[in-house]
């Protein structure tokens, strides 16, 4: 009897733990459970844009959209909204996982205890079996119970945490489109070192290497991984103009290509000036250090490019979309021209988007513009429409802002679109720019970003390097085969990939600044020792949301949004310094000529800084006389700025 009432004992003990287990498993899982439905409850007594503040400011914008302090109170609203929206991703992902694991304890002590109970070794005769009986029938129920209660939370929770971002095209409907930054295509900037007398030699990018902008004219095959069908929304139809030619076949030399300025941020992407530039000061309401100035007769958040002696921006309204040629010496509008709508509404936008966000395009035969509802054309360079095609308006919660760009014969067309990276609704095309046929297509798993391509001879190859949660991805410009990627990105991604040499730069305002190695092959994230040669370092400090990084042969520069400048080492990683520019906000990303730094702030305050290893010294300050969210083009002497009203000739001689 001794032996059984010891084994009854042990019993018993191991019962009374399980039991106690469950019990505060029980209870930890209540709690959390009970905290997540009330997170989502608060979420729901009152939106946070629906707030008094948030309405007047939104309404206080769009009554003074030159105003940089109003625009700054929302850019403030924006950036506390966007991270109550991630802490509230952060704490259901969290709550989730905690609920899952309180949930399994709770179980499997429920079932411990069940059965020992079931194998108590009562040594009396009477009602035992009973008690037991009910002991097991009980635990069983309760068991039963708090998995319908956890499995009622967890179901809950999911269909009921809604996200504050749209699911549906941006616009005034879209709470947070309204208070965004927006990527106005002020994406894909990259920094090459520039020689002391700021020229390289003919045909060579500013750190030796060939150029691809380009490439002998062919029409890239296909390939398994790549789609030759059209579209992503729209009718993917193209619209030609055979009476008016497609302005020439013939490709562009690489010395062509290098002079002119014929996409966002230069040749290459990079924003670097191989043109002689000497860092001058200007007055553009005074008119001091001014060529001229002109008024462009559409709204538009897109930056110049130039071509010989002409000069290209777009604008657009709700009803109206054209492209415009200025005369690079005086200023003069040489022609305008509309461009089709899409069909059906057109999208809402928040003024500080626009309908002519992304940049145009020029190839010294045509120049290729695209708009926020999709359409997108060609016209020849005296003004003669070539085609247009409907892509059909694009899911972005902010507005499509990513810029065109040639390889060669080919437009590259980025359409990242929609809200999570499982729709597989983002396309990059690859465009025949003579006739806007498609060429080459590629289905991205990733969602909506507002990131500019970057394409250029990098590690000895042609690349293509897209950047969009969570993937930097290297294509084959040729035929769109995917060469590499990285999972360095998350979240909300602006800023576009820049590069030096064999290093590929991405940054987004969470995760951090990155540097690739960008001569692998494959996932270059697949596992950590993959990881450890190709991540070459991160840097966290005072990241963008908006301005792309810029990256010379020492230093990789990136600018805030409110106003701070940061220098990293391009080796290392290591922060070098960081310059604060008291009441700036910046959209325009960082530009490099003279061996300076060009910065220029929304309320158009502009400086050029000559940076160290140890700070960033101002060496001239200017003022552009009104808001300015766009890049410079820069030319021979000459540095070509869009305003809030005007574009810019500036004098850099």
């Known amino acids: ?20 287990t469950a019990v505060v498993a029980g209870a930890f899982t209540l709690v959390v459970g009970a905290l997540m439905l009330y997170d989502f409850a608060r979420r729901g007594e009152k939106h946070p844009m629906e707030t008094t503040a948030y309405k007047a400011a939104i309404l206080a ?25 991630f802490r509230q991703r952060a704490f259901s992902a969290i709550g989730a996982v905690l609920l899952a694991v309180g949930a399994a304890v709770c179980a499997a002590a429920a079932k411990t205890a069940s059965v020992l109970s079931r194998a108590l070794p009562l040594p009396q005769a009477g009602t035992g079996g009973d008690l037991v009986g009910r002991q097991a029938q009980a635990a069983r ?16 929770v999911g269909l009921g945490v809604s996200s504050p971002l749209p699911r ?23 920094g090459r070192a520039q020689k002391p007398n700021g020229t390289t030699p003919a045909g060579k990018s500013p750190n030796g290497q060939a150029v691809t902008g380009a490439p002998p004219e062919r029409t890239p095959p296909g390939d398994g991984a790549v789609s030759p069908t059209a579209g992503a929304g729209g009718n993917g139809k193209t619209t030609p103009n055979t009476a008016d030619g497609a302005g020439g076949g013939e490709v562009f030399s ?4 290098l002079a002119a300025w014929p996409r966002f ?16 000061a200007f007055d553009g309401a005074e008119g001091r250090g001014v060529v001229w100035k002109s008024p462009v007769p559409l709204p538009g958040n897109n930056s110049a490019v130039v071509w010989g002696k002409r000069v290209f921006v777009t604008g657009a309204t709700e009803t109206k979309r054209e492209v415009f040629c200025f005369d690079a010496d005086d200023g003069r509008l040489l022609w305008s021209k509309p461009v089709e709508a899409a069909a059906g509404p057109p999208p809402k936008v928040l003024d500080a988007t626009g309908y002519a966000a992304p940049t145009a395009a020029v190839d010294g035969h045509r120049v290729y513009a695209i708009f926020a509802d999709g359409s997108l054309a060609a016209f020849t360079l005296d003004g003669r429409p070539v085609w247009q095609k409907q892509l059909g308006v694009p899911e972005n919660s902010y507005g499509h802002a990513a810029s065109l760009l040639t390889v060669g014969p080919l437009l590259i067309v980025p359409f990242d679109q929609g809200h999570k990276a499982g729709e597989a609704k983002s396309r ?17 798993e990733v969602p909506n970003s507002w990131t500019t391509p970057l394409a250029a001879q990098i590690a000895g190859r042609a690349q293509l390097i897209t950047a969009a949660d969570p993937w930097a991805i290297s294509y084959n410009p040729e035929d769109g085969r995917e060469l590499w990627r990285a999972k360095v990105l998350r979240q909300d991604v602006g800023p576009s990939p820049t590069f030096f040499a064999d290093r590929v730069y991405t940054v987004s305002e969470f995760p951090a600044l990155t540097a690739i190695k960008a001569d692998g092959e494959g996932d270059l994230t697949r596992d950590k020792e993959t990881s450890k040669k190709y991540v070459l370092w991160k840097g966290e400090d ?16 990136i600018v805030s949004s409110n106003g701070i400048l940061t220098c990293y080492d391009a080796n290392s990683g290591e922060m070098l310094w960081d310059k604060e520019f008291e009441d700036s906000a910046f959209s325009a990303s960082p530009a490099w000529a003279d061996e300076k730094l060009f910065l220029i702030d929304t309320a158009g305050r502009a400086w050029w800084i000559e940076p160290s290893d140890t700070e960033g010294k101002i060496v001239v300050e200017c003022s552009l006389g009104e808001g300015c969210v766009s890049s410079p083009a820069w030319q021979p002497g000459r540095i070509y700025l869009r305003g809030k009203k005007h574009l810019f000739c500036l004098r850099a001689e």
């Not at 030159?66 to 924006?78: H, I, S, T, Y």
């Not at 616009?171 to 106005?184: F, T, V, W, Y």
């Open 1 to 20: 009897m001794t032996n059984s009432a010891n084994r009854f004992e042990a019993t018993e003990e191991r019962y009374q733990a399980a039991v106690r």
């Open 61 to 85: 914008a769009r009554e003074q959209p030159d105003n940089a302090a109003v625009l700054e109170q929302v850019r403030l609203l924006d950036e506390r909204l966007r991270q109550e929206y």
């Open 141 to 156: 129920w309760s068991v039963g119970a708090m998995g319908l209660f956890l499995l009622g939370v967890i179901v809950g």
């Open 168 to 190: 549906h095209r941006g616009g005034e409907d879209s709470p947070l489109a309204q208070a965004a930054p927006i990527a106005h295509g002020d994406g894909a900037e990259q």
């Open 254 to 257: 690489p010395d062509e290509y």
């Open 265 to 280: 941020r230069g040749p290459e992407g990079t924003g670097i000036a191989r043109a002689a530039i000497r860092a001058a």
């Open 428 to 444: 990059l095309f690859a465009m025949d720019s003579r006739s806007g046929e498609i060429v080459w297509e590629v289905k991205r």
């Open 542 to 557: 005072n990241l963008p949301d908006t301005a792309s990084p810029l990256a010379v042969e020492r230093w990789v520069f």
